[in-house]
């Protein structure tokens, strides 16, 4: 990773005062050893005219794997933490902004004993930077250097390879900054939007990060447009993504086993700023409600002010027939994060509430929401979180009076839809099944969803009203059960509802898990 | 043990104590009477539960009759765990109370065992004196000893009443002595019988069939001339034109030795009219009645004796074979109880009745996990299908479809026609057995959890729970249909580590290794670099309906986590079309007799699948290293020029730049564009499994072989041919040809080979299961695993030291359970066995295992 710092001068000023400013001697190349590797300061040009310093870091990639190995099995470092085929070697992240403060101390705080007034004064600058990552691409590196005083910001976006045009650009831009500004004011700017940019670190990020971020800021930050994102970005609580990435190691394994990215399979729950904190707050709370819409047109939907979200006019929906049932015993299988779960047991008429789901990242999250580990006994007897498939039979949600499949069906392939269709009506058989899944009609009245595409990636297929009772009827009449069907959210007279809800009464006269438990 | 001196004198009679070998032995006697002392001489001391044992866990203090209540409970739930098991066990208390003996009846009858009481009567002063001879019970009032003796004395008569099925007295010092215990066989005990057999499923008293298919199966008069034994499921009688004929026949062989016979609701239902009970003459008993009043009196006494002996149901063959009238939940096999009997004459139904109004059957057989197999009748199917190893054998004789039996342990179905319809169904025979071929789901049980296999190549496995529940949701969410998910491919070990200038992984050591496991001949195999896939081709949608139960597909092409390779059906379809015109050219499905083939292959390119990854990871590091380089050595040549010392520097800059460069060239290789199937290619390179046969353990020559002709006959393009070398590891020669054929083909970009056994499946010197196959990847392709500068020398160096052990025990592992896949496949085991070691290969690919192995 590398960067170069240029100035212009005259026989009046000199460039090379660039020398001074930096507290390294032009004429020598210079070596410092950082914690991941050696820097190296040399000047590739050094007149009067036209003075360059440049900033090498080099980084040891064999050194930087076996640092973040894990405590595994035979020393074996773990995959998301630990790659070999890594960018850090070539791209400017955190680690140059580590060794740009370290090894320009003294210019970063703009102390030059030798030449104050030109440290405090504003000099022609040319900051190069050959590989940015850029989360966010030249838009964003645009947005946050262009209020900062510089006169041209280019920051080009770097091709993935010539040779396959179709997979487009990497999220690398080469960067030129021009402009003048205080040689301090632009390293500390390097030093925070360097790590914002690439959107990672490399370290814990302890709490003196605020005091790094309030100091290297000074001066800019507070007036930046984007001072929210950059904070945000900056003092980001990595150590909650590398918990939950410690937490689905097993499936980033499988993930690597499949040369795909584990995010292609631990989709399951929403990535949403939903923590322990915010969930404490009511009113993020209810953001927190709404992100679950991250449903693509539904958190559209649902980022409209003073209109209850569509997802908690299904929950109110799936509540009141439940209530209607009469159940005091239910199953919420493929709960997620558990919100259903939570508003089940708000009312004391739901004496037991089990809560369903594959995905072991969804049910910490769930148990997080509930607060399970510090609910009070009795509370916690009304509830189980377990993980299950609904491909699956599974004897444990036998004699249930309904469970609940809220936004659940389409989730499966449709061929494995007879499994669940048998696991839940057949082998269950709970006294109601409340089903909802979107209704496809409905989808042109969303404005952000363009055409033909469904509500979520995962969805795998999306029914129109008429296809969703055609499967119903067909399951309540295989299994014994009668079907009403109830809209969820606006019932437009031409598409229906967004939403569409079916309640299944089983109307055999004695079930079979009934039985069993009477032989 | 003061009792020990007067057990010595004179040789009382012994008196023999009968036992059933299972059941529950509750000892009832007063404090001090000896019942521990009894208990340790005649019974092992695991068989053996005593209450104060119970109490001093729970309280430290064997006395503390405040424990008492928790000691019971422990009791309890540990006799509880040993019946569940199918142990006999005898329970140590006083157990004078009734209240006390209820509980315990009560848990051998919820155990489906028959309890059995042994009562200690011994006189006061033989009690006191024992108490007074132990420290811990010295001071033990005389009157509890005297409340237990009269508790004691009104329990005597009751017992039986209480629900002991075997009760023995013992009064005194010396009847103690001279008791004898004797395990007795349980009457549904008949492991030890082998057979062969031939089970003969519902008669309905259609003597002539019956007939037919005695001598169909090679019976002479009642008796097999290779001294075979025919097992009757029962339902000999009702509805047909000659119950007493069929009887008689039955009767005869049961009594000469040559048949076994289980009672059938409609012979239970005979039974009681028999014995004068009041019964409704209906389902065909007004028949019987009417062919059984032209029959004398001591013939309907033979019948009714014969019936009254039946018993509910047999285990045969080692405990491999249950044979009843109904089916049987493994937990009632070989248990006597009232319900066991009713379960197995009758089944188990829903409680609803159907349109007809019939009992509707509660589908026992799907869950049916148990390893022993059970052969039934009961419900009249229209064919015989094993379901969870279960078989119905009533295919409906009476109503005019077929009489039919089993060959055990041949699994040999023999049937014979009916002759005419003899008695209208009630409603039509129903298409399937309870279940049916829909009807077999998985269950999560199958799968969930901490979990061991078992499995022929390598004994018992584990999986463990959090790898279990990260399975599940791959397989859950993102695998085929599991009915045709037969296969998923094991990891393989990469050879040992090369200490070679400038390699990490060199052929030597792989050919050194293979000769040390005293292998002789390897084959090389040319390693494609595309993505695993698993091919299970079948050759028409009908045989893929027939054996896998699917409708609509003709097989499956599945990633190595069990995904489908491409979204769109029709595609995959397209590439089952081309496998299946190859498999058809090269005339392999009669030369295999088969109707599906399974095979293991590379799909090309890479790109294809890896599209993401490529660009995230892969071609991301290289245009950061494009981007960063020039700019580098740029400036570092300026300051050279202008005589800043930067030598070193930048001779080092130039070299990672071009180590940088040589990666880019590395992932390209396996890059290219496709259009549909224009620029797929698959690289089919072991054959294994057809109908029947587990084929992983035939030759790798043997297996190129086919596989070379169905490249041959692919005319589209889409099948690759897998280079091969075979190398004699003991011949020098021959080894520097493997290594020589290896730096060629990686010298010119190819990602390396995969040495195997040529014998395929190979057990070392001491036994031990030989890797399958190890990898030897090219210097080129391995800056894909290590990183683009992994060839320097320092890093070389350091990358040498990676720790080998854990991927190949679990390369071995995984290889275990998917030939374990492949033989239950290959066996017709149900489905649950076969997802059962699937699943477990996939769970096992989430252990923490270094990925770059």
Redesign the interface.
């Known amino acids: ?2 960067l ?1 710092i240029s100035t212009t001068g005259t026989p009046e000023r000199p460039a090379t005062d660039l020398g001074f400013l930096l507290h390294k001697h032009p ?3 210079q070596t410092f050893s950082t914690s991941h590797g050696t820097a ?1 300061v ?5 007149s009067t005219e036209r003075c ?1 310093a ?1 900033l ?1 870091l ?1 980084i040891d ?2 050194a930087l794997v ?1 640092r973040s190995k ?1 405590k ?8 998301a933490l630990a ?5 850090r ?3 400017a992240s955190s680690l140059l902004a580590v060794a740009l403060s370290t090894v320009f101390k003294s210019a970063l705080r703009g102390v030059c004993a030798a030449l104050p007034e030109r440290a405090a004064s504003p000099l022609p600058l040319r900051i ?1 930077i ?2 940015v ?1 850029a989360r966010g691409g030249a838009e964003l590196v645009r947005a946050l250097f262009g209020p900062l005083g510089w006169a041209s910001v280019r920051a080009e976006p ?4 010539e ?2 045009p ?3 650009d ?3 831009v ?1 960067l030129v900054l021009e402009g003048e500004l205080r040689l301090a004011d632009a390293l500390r700017q390097l030093y925070i939007l360097l790590p914002v940019l690439d959107d990672a670190k490399h370290y814990w990020v302890a709490p003196d990060e605020v005091d790094k971020l309030l100091r290297a800021g000074e001066g800019w930050l507070a007036e930046h447009p984007e001072q929210k994102l950059i904070t945000s970005r900056y003092l980001a609580r990595r150590w909650g993504l590398t918990r939950r990435a410690m937490e ?4 980033v ?2 993930a ?6 584990v995010e ?2 631990d989709n ?1 729950v929403e990535e949403t700023p939903d923590d322990t904190e915010s969930a404490e707050n009511a009113e993020n709370a209810e953001n927190a409600e709404n992100a679950e819409g991250a449903e693509g047109a539904e958190g559209a939907e649902d980022a409209r002010p003073k209109e209850v979200s569509l997802a908690s006019q299904r929950r109110e929906a799936i509540l009141t027939a439940l209530r209607d049932a009469g159940a005091s015993s239910v199953l919420d299988l493929g709960c997620g994060q558990g919100q259903l779960v939570q508003a089940l047991l708000k009312d004391a008429r739901f004496r037991r509430v089990v809560g369903v789901d ?3 990242r969804a049910l910490t999250i769930a148990s997080r929401r509930l607060k399970l580990d510090r609910m009070s006994e009795r509370q916690a007897d009304r509830v189980t979180l377990t ?10 949600l036998k004699g249930y009076d309904a469970a609940v499949l809220s936004e659940v069906i389409e ?2 392939d449709l ?2 839809l ?2 669940l269709e ?2 839940v009506f ?2 269950a058989r709970p006294g109601t099944v409340v089903v909802t899944t979107p209704n496809v009609e409905y989808n042109v009245r969303w404005e952000t969803l363009s055409a033909g595409h469904v509500r979520h990636g995962d969805h795998r297929f999306e029914w129109t009203r008429a296809e969703f009772r055609g499967w119903a009827e067909e399951v309540g009449r295989r299994h ?1 059960y009668e079907v009403t069907y109830r809209p969820v959210g606006p019932d437009d007279p031409e598409v229906g509802p967004p939403t569409q809800m079916a309640v299944f009464t089983l109307t ?5 898990q ?3 438990k ?2 | 043990m003061t009792s020990t001196t007067t057990a010595t004198d004179g040789a009382a009679a012994r008196r023999p104590l009968p036992v059933p070998d299972l059941s529950l032995v509750v000892l009832i006697g007063a404090t001090g009477s000896g019942k521990s002392t009894f208990a340790r001489s005649r019974f092992k001391p695991t068989e053996v539960v005593s209450s104060d044992f119970c109490r001093g866990l729970v309280s430290d203090d064997e006395n503390d009759q405040s424990a008492t209540g928790d000691a019971f409970d422990v009791l309890h739930y540990i006799v509880g765990k040993r019946l569940a098991a199918g142990r006999l066990t005898v329970v140590d208390a006083t157990n004078v109370q009734p209240e006390s003996r209820k509980r315990l009846v009560r848990l051998a009858r919820e155990h489906d065992v028959l309890p059995v009481a042994i009562v200690l009567d011994l006189p006061e002063e033989v009690c006191a004196a024992r108490n007074a001879g132990r420290p811990d019970r010295a001071g033990m009032p005389r009157h509890v000893i005297k409340r237990h003796r009269g508790e004691l004395r009104r329990s005597l008569r009751g017992l039986e009443r209480e629900g002991f099925r075997k009760v023995h007295i013992l009064r005194g010092e010396r009847e103690v002595e001279s008791a004898e215990i004797v395990l007795e066989r349980r009457y549904n005990d008949l492991a030890h019988l082998t057979g062969p057999f031939d089970i003969i499923g519902d008669i309905h008293g259609c003597r002539s069939e019956l007939e037919t298919l005695l001598g169909k199966l090679g019976y002479e008069d009642g008796a097999h001339p290779e001294g075979r034994t025919a097992v009757f499921v029962g339902d000999l009688v009702d509805r047909g034109p000659d119950s007493p004929g069929v009887l008689r026949r039955v009767m005869g062989m049961v009594a000469a030795g040559t048949a076994l016979c289980v009672p059938g609701n409609h012979e239970n239902k005979l039974g009681r009219w028999l014995k004068g009970k009041k019964v409704q003459h209906t389902h065909g008993l007004a028949e019987t009645i009417e062919q059984l009043e032209r029959e004398d009196d001591a013939f309907r006494t033979q019948v009714r004796e014969f019936i009254d002996g039946l018993v509910s149901h047999y285990v045969l063959d080692g405990g491999k074979l249950v044979v009843c009238h109904a089916g049987l939940p493994e937990k009632y096999h070989g248990r006597t109880s009232g319900r066991v009997r009713s379960h197995a004459l009758y089944g188990d139904t829903t409680g609803e009745t159907d349109e007809f109004g019939l009992p509707v059957r509660y589908p026992w057989a799907e869950e049916y996990r148990g390893r022993a197999a059970v052969v039934y009748g009961h419900t009249p199917v229209p064919n015989t299908s094993w379901i969870n190893n279960t078989l119905c054998l009533d295919t409906g004789a009476v109503f005019g479809g077929r009489m039919t039996a089993l060959r055990w342990p041949e699994r040999e179905i023999v049937d014979v026609p009916a002759e005419r319809v003899w008695y209208e169904p009630a409603k039509p025979l129903v298409t399937e057995a309870p279940g049916g071929r829909e009807g077999r789901p998985l269950d999560l049980a199958d799968v969930a959890g901490k979990r061991i296999v078992e499995t022929r190549h390598m004994a018992r496995l584990a999986v463990r729970e959090e790898n279990a529940a990260a399975a599940l949701e791959v397989m859950s969410r993102f695998a085929v249909d599991p009915r045709l998910l037969a296969y998923l491919p094991p990891t393989m070990a990469p050879t040992a580590t090369s200490e070679r200038d400038g390699y990490l992984e060199h052929p030597a050591e792989a050919f050194a290794q293979y000769r040390a496991d005293g292998v002789g001949q390897v084959v090389c195999e040319e390693k494609h670099m595309g993505s695993r896939a698993v091919a299970l081709v079948c050759r028409d949608a009908a045989a893929a309906r027939e054996r896998f139960g699917v409708t609509g597909p003709t097989g499956v092409l599945h990633t190595r986590t069990g995904r489908p390779f491409f979204d769109d059906e029709a595609v995959t379809e397209e590439i089952l079309d081309r496998l299946r015109s190859a498999v058809t050219a090269a005339g392999l499905w009669r030369e295999l007799d088969t109707e599906w083939v399974l095979l293991d292959a590379e799909l090309m390119p890479w790109s294809l699948k890896a599209t993401g990854l490529l660009r995230t990871q892969y071609a991301a590091v290289g245009a950061a290293a494009g981007a960063a380089f020039p700019t580098v050595t740029k400036a570092l040549e300026a300051a050279a020029s202008r005589g800043v010392e930067t030598a070193g520097l930048l001779a080092t800059q130039r070299e990672r730049a071009a180590d940088a460069a040589a990666f880019t060239e590395a992932y390209r290789r396996y890059c290219w564009p496709t259009e549909g199937l224009e620029g797929v290619r698959l690289a089919p390179f072991q054959l294994l499994a057809v109908q029947g046969r587990n084929l992983a353990g035939v030759p790798h020559d043997q297996q190129l072989a086919w596989l070379d002709r169905l490249v041959e006959h692919d005319p589209t393009g889409l099948l690759q041919v897998t280079r091969r070398l075979i190398v004699d590891t003991g011949d020098e020669e021959s080894v520097r040809g493997g290594v020589d054929w290896w730096l060629e083909m990686t010298g010119r970009g190819g990602e390396g080979m995969v040495v195997k056994p040529l014998q395929a499946l190979v057990r070392d010197g001491k036994d031990r299961l030989v890797q399958p196959g190890v990898k030897v990847r090219g210097r080129e392709y391995l800056r894909i695993i290590y990183g683009p500068e992994y060839t320097r020398p320092d890093n070389l160096q350091r990358l040498r030291d990676r720790f080998l052990g854990h991927k190949r025990s679990l390369a071995l592992r995984e290889y275990a359970l998917g030939l374990e896949a492949l033989d239950r496949l290959a066996d017709g085991e149900p489905l649950w066995r076969i997802h059962e070691a699937v699943f477990a290969v996939l769970a096992l690919e989430s252990e923490p295992v270094d990925p770059r192995l």
């Open positions: 990773m590398f170069t004429d020598r190349a190296h040399l000047y590739p040009e050094a360059t440049a090498l080099e990639p064999v076996r894990g595994g099995r035979g020393g074996a470092p773990d995959a790659r070999y085929v890594n960018d070697p070539y791209a190069e050959p590989a990552p770097v091709p993935l390879d040779r396959f179709q997979w487009g990497s999220r690398y080469q689905r190691l097993e499936l394994r499988l690597e086993a499949d040369d795909i990215e292609a399979i399951a594959v995905s072991v993980q299950g498939a609904l491909t699956y039979t599974d004897k444990r989730h499966l061929p494995r007879p499994a048998y696991a057949g082998s014994g055999g006269p004695l079930t079979a009934k039985e069993e009477a032989a």
